[in-house]
């Protein structure tokens, strides 16, 4: 299977060490207008071919799949693209759009393209995540009634032009971070959001920082209510300073008959192995209310999908479901519009902040008021 690269920089370099590690797949194709970021990921894969623009990779490469991984407010001009044009299976980074405006055009275009399109929700998952919701579906805990995730991680990282320093060109912290938590608390509690309340500022990171004269305005903290349409209810706790911390990600489900909680360790190549040793073990931990004792469970993930990536092992799952569904083998997992709705819960707790105030989700999950 040969895949092309729309986009060169971190994400995508991770996704080519990852789609390297997948039996018959090979990367042929690179696109970046960016030459820093073009050579860096060609030294990942040499053999590939490296253009400027995707009209140039796509009018001289066969491709089997495409990987977008630009940034995110490029996303839907070249998903809407691509969709319209060509009948290539692709794998779009999240966040899948970063507006409102862009949601109806692709719910439409998805509708006539005749491959699979997957939307790189990485934290469904991570083998940590996997375990707690084998234990869901299990009934462990009984009838799910509170969500609560934690990420208490690093600030943003430097990107190309500093796109990720705005929130009108990633959407917003609540969209580029925390899409793929609210994705996350649709897919384990399998219920529509109907209000979302949100609380959240700029406290310590990138305060001083200007470009072109344009002061950043990222969020580095929030905290995020979410109301399901059955009375369960998700927190979403995110602190973009607090680097120190053990575990990245706390992840925690209440049910009626007990908890689950799962314990997730940050990117491998930020912990000071030297300092303190190995890096944390993910674990995820059963506690029922009868009878009560807490029963740990360690999810070790292979230390070589570590090396290949920021994310705990999920990307390389992810791109093995993408690449049977490309064969024809399974249906897609992340849907298109399972990235919008991500999307719109993010827009929307951007929206709560802004306005102090809660904001109503349309029935349909596309839009709030």
Not at 213 to 239: H, K, P, W
Request: net charge negative; glycine share 6%.
């Amino acid at each position: 299977m040969q895949y092309g690269l729309l986009g060169c920089g971190m994400m995508a370099q991770e996704h080519i060490r990852n789609i390297q590690l997948l039996e018959g797949a090979e990367i042929v194709a690179l696109a970046d207008p960016d030459e820093m970021m073009l050579q860096a990921a060609k030294r990942l894969a040499p053999t590939a071919e490296t253009f400027v623009s995707l009209e140039a990779m796509l009018a001289s490469s066969k491709l089997d799949a495409l990987v977008i991984a630009t940034p995110n407010f490029q996303h839907a001009d070249q998903l809407l693209y691509l969709m319209e044009s060509t009948s290539i299976p692709i794998l779009v980074e999240k966040p899948i759009c970063t507006n409102l405006d862009h949601v109806h055009r692709l719910r439409l275009a998805i509708q006539s393209h005749p491959a699979p399109v997957w939307v790189a929700m990485e934290y469904r998952y991570m083998p940590p995540v996997q375990t707690l919701v084998q234990k869901l579906n299990e009934n462990a805990i009984g009838k799910p009634c509170i969500i609560s995730i934690k990420e208490h991680r690093f600030p943003f990282l430097t990107k190309v032009g500093n796109w990720n320093r705005f929130n009108d060109k990633t959407g917003g912290t609540l969209v580029e971070k925390c899409c793929h938590f609210f994705d996350l608390m649709r897919f384990l509690s399998n219920k529509n959001p109907v209000r979302v309340f949100a609380s959240g500022s700029q406290a310590v990171n990138h305060l001083d920082e200007v470009y072109q004269g344009q002061r950043s305005d990222i969020l580095d903290n929030a905290l995020v209510i979410v109301d399901f349409d059955d009375g369960t209810r998700a927190l979403l706790e995110l602190c973009m300073f607090a680097e120190g911390a053990r575990y990245q990600e706390e992840i925690s489900v209440v049910g009626d008959k007990g908890k689950l909680e799962c314990l997730i360790p940050g990117p491998t190549r930020f912990w000071p192995t030297a300092e303190l040793g190995a890096s944390p073990v993910p674990k995820v931990i059963i506690s029922p209310r009868i009878p009560k004792g807490p029963t740990e469970i360690d999810v070790p993930v292979d230390s070589s999908l570590l090396e290949a990536g920021d994310h705990n092992g999920s990307t390389f799952y992810q791109h093995e479901k993408f690449l049977r569904a490309v064969m024809g083998k399974q249906s897609v997992e992340v849907t298109v519009d399972d990235g919008l709705k991500a999307v719109v819960l993010g827009l929307a707790a951007q929206q709560s902040i802004a306005r102090g105030e809660v904001v109503e989700l349309c029935q349909d999950g596309f839009s709030f008021l």
